[in-house]
Each structure stands twice: as structure tokens, then as C-alpha cells.
């Protein structure tokens, strides 16, 4: 089982729509979590860091669920500039070894 | 604030020849990251220096790759010899601080395409 997990979409969505997808985890120690966002043939950026009581940057949202070891990221108001990979990112509290899921491609469309 | 440098920007190879990419991290950043990024995957960690020493080469497959940082700055990463597999990106990354304590800057990368 790979230590990150995420759907891989693509998620196609009308510009102003809701969309929100999920990133699952199987090392229960790890400790911090990150959202990075990846256009295509550039390099990820931080998007946000993902807090233990969920955190809001605009119209981004992101969840943690410890218990059931996914976060979860919302993007509300899709703009065509949302239109990336976004690509979950964990960071295990017992070496300090950052594992990168796949990536969520979304697409935002006129 | 200048980000981080990376050359070349694209390369193209043979396998079995030997290829060299180059890496200069933001100034002041003491951590560095070397990532290799295969088409439709995340980047997967090749090698970690904390100014000048290997923190993790866990997963840098030292038979073919070998990466230095001389005086703590810049970072070079060597394939020799390439094989098809080694087609990818390699991103370079720096830090201020470990994993997780600051924020990941990466650099645009490095195409490789071995053929």
C-alpha cells in the first residue's frame, strides 16, 4: 500500500462550482500535512499547510481527519486559474521523511 | 529573493551515458532536496543535505546516482550510466529549516529523457 494516497481525477468542473477531494495517509504517525499545487510542467508550490483543527485560506479549505487518516481539500468559487494537480504531501513524525501522493489533477472550465 | 537555480533545463541522453544536473538553493537555505519526479507520479526524494551533510539517501539508487554539496551551497546530482527508466524530472528543493519546519522551495527542474 503506498504511504499517500489520492484520487487521481481529473475532476472536471464548471467555473464557480464546489469541488473537493481527499488524500489518504497509512503511517499513523505522521505528524503534519501539506496541500502543494503543480501546473502542468512546473514545479509545486505550497499551497497550504493543512492544521489539526482545519484551516482556511480564502477559498480554499482543509480538512484533517486523524481518526479515519485522510485530509481533505475544498475549493469553492473554482476559478480557471485553479486548474492543477494538487498534490498532497506528509510528513512522518518519526524520521521527518516527507512522502508525496500522486496528485488530483482539477480542471476548471469556462 | 532569488529562488532556486537549476541546470540544464532539459537534456537529452543515450543510455549507458553519464549526465550531470546542477543546483543552487536560496541563499541562506541550509536544508536541500533532491527529487525525482516520473510522468503522472509525485516527486519521490532522492537525497536530503542539511548544509553539507547526507541527512537521507535512503532511496538514491547509489549504484548509478551520487549527489555531492560542496560547502554546504550549491548541489550537483549525477546518473552515470542512465538507463530508460531514468527518464524523469529532477527537482531541486531547498529549505530554511528541516522537513516540515519552514516551507519547500523548488526549483523549475530538470527534463531528462534518456533514449
Known amino acids: 500500500r503506498k504511504e499517500v494516497e489520492q484520487d487521481p481525477g481529473p475532476f472536471n468542473v464548471p467555473e464557480g462550482a464546489t469541488v473537493a477531494f481527499n488524500c489518504t495517509y497509512s503511517n499513523s504517525a505522521s505528524q503534519s500535512f501539506f496541500w502543494y499545487r503543480q501546473d502542468c510542467r512546473k514545479e509545486p508550490k505550497l499551497l497550504m499547510s493543512?492544521?489539526?483543527s482545519g484551516n482556511e485560506d480564502g477559498r480554499f479549505t482543509a480538512q484533517l481527519n486523524r481518526a479515519s487518516q485522510y485530509i481533505s481539500l475544498l475549493i469553492r468559487d473554482s476559478k480557471l486559474s485553479d486548474s492543477a494537480t494538487y498534490l498532497c504531501v506528509v510528513l512522518r513524525s518519526n524520521d521527518y521523511k516527507l512522502s508525496f501522493g500522486a496528485g488530483t489533477t482539477v480542471t476548471v472550465r469556462a | 529573493e532569488a529562488g532556486v537555480a537549476q541546470s540544464p533545463r532539459y537534456k537529452i541522453i543515450e543510455k549507458r551515458q553519464s549526465v550531470a544536473f546542477w543546483c543552487n538553493p536560496i541563499s541562506g537555505h541550509a536544508t536541500l532536496y533532491w527529487y525525482q519526479q516520473i510522468l503522472g507520479q509525485g516527486p519521490k526524494l532522492l537525497i536530503q543535505f542539511q548544509n553539507n551533510g547526507v541527512v537521507d539517501d535512503s532511496q538514491l539508487p547509489k549504484d548509478r546516482f551520487s549527489a555531492e554539496r560542496l560547502k554546504g551551497v550549491d548541489s550537483t546530482l549525477k546518473i552515470q550510466p542512465a538507463k530508460l527508466e531514468d527518464s524523469a524530472v529532477y527537482l531541486c528543493?531547498?529549505?530554511?529549516?528541516?522537513?516540515?519546519?519552514?516551507?519547500?522551495?523548488f526549483g523549475p527542474g530538470t527534463r531528462l529523457t534518456v533514449t
Open positions: 493543512v492544521y489539526s
Open positions: 528543493a531547498s529549505s530554511r529549516l528541516g522537513p516540515g519546519q519552514s516551507e519547500q522551495y
